[in-house]
């Protein structure tokens, strides 16, 4: 069976790890990024070109991939001078793999299909050594039939692939895990900020949460930095301020308000203007031992 031509843009840590994957199954790809090394990897592993424009890309490829930062830098691409939107093919299908707004998303899908095309958004759980063994988590939205096309394409990048209903389901999906994920992350390095400053062991602390149902992952790392000084979450405080004010950003346009989430993104902030956005987000333990009232 004949493999779709695949158009990647974002070569960063997720997306160059990704591309390196589809081109050990035999694909052959069309790729982009600001960062020429990035590109001259890819290159040098054979079976992949570079293009001068996302339209060019778009003009190439069945499936155009995106791992890229924001909604923003995603709209700049499909709807900016020589852009995807320009170039792509009936029946060509679009995949936006990074943390979108999904009313955004819905916008870009709509586009797409005047010109006979589809869209998927598949956000990624997991972590980049993930995506270079083709074991992420994919969240993945957009009709069934558009979805069904590139399936086949989408479970050669991921062990779990998540099928969640109409396009922009899989971004509102990333979009509540990571308001959970981050939340607790800040709740938890709060703990042991109070807990220090009230003369209660941190290590001792995390013996004692860890036994009951206030156990998780997040909790682990937490304890990891605050604890032992070890940063081993690879997401950055930058990235989970963004994500929080996209999450908000989509409580608003529900006609709704997420208080938590504002609370969580207020930290947040401050830890960014802070200079401490480039840190992994356990780190804003040390913003909350600076906190004073």
Known sequence: MIKPVIGFIGLGLMGGNMVENLQ??????????????????????????????PKELAEKSDIVMLC????????????????VLAGIK???VLIDFGTSIPASTRKIGADLAKKGAGMVDA????????????????????DK?????????LEDQGENI??????????????????????????MS?????ADRAGVDREQLYDIMSTGPSNSPFMGFCKNYAVDGVSDLGFSIN????????FLKMAEDMGTRAEIAEGTSHHLQAAVDAGMGNGNVPEIFDYFMKLEA
């Open 190 to 194: 709060q703990a042991f900020a109070v």
């Open 24 to 53: 050990n199954r035999g694909y052959e790809l069309v790729v982009m990024d600001l960062n020429k090394d990035a590109v001259a990897t890819v290159l040098a592993r054979g079976k992949a070109q570079e293009a001068a424009s």
């Open 239 to 246: 990235n989970a301020n963004k994500d929080l004010g996209y």
């Open 145 to 153: 039939e558009t979805f069904e096309k590139v399936k086949p394409v």
């Open 123 to 142: 956000p990624l759980g997991r972590t980049p050594a993930h995506a270079k063994d083709g074991l992420l988590n994919i969240m993945a939205a957009g």
């Open 90 to 92: 009936e029946g060509a």
């Open 162 to 187: 998540f099928y969640l209903g109409a396009l922009g389901a899989g971004h509102v999906t990333k979009l509540i895990n990571n308001f959970m994920g981050m939340t607790t992350v800040c709740t």
């Open 68 to 83: 890229l930062t924001t909604s923003e830098v995603v709209e700049k691409i499909v709807y900016g001078d020589n852009g």
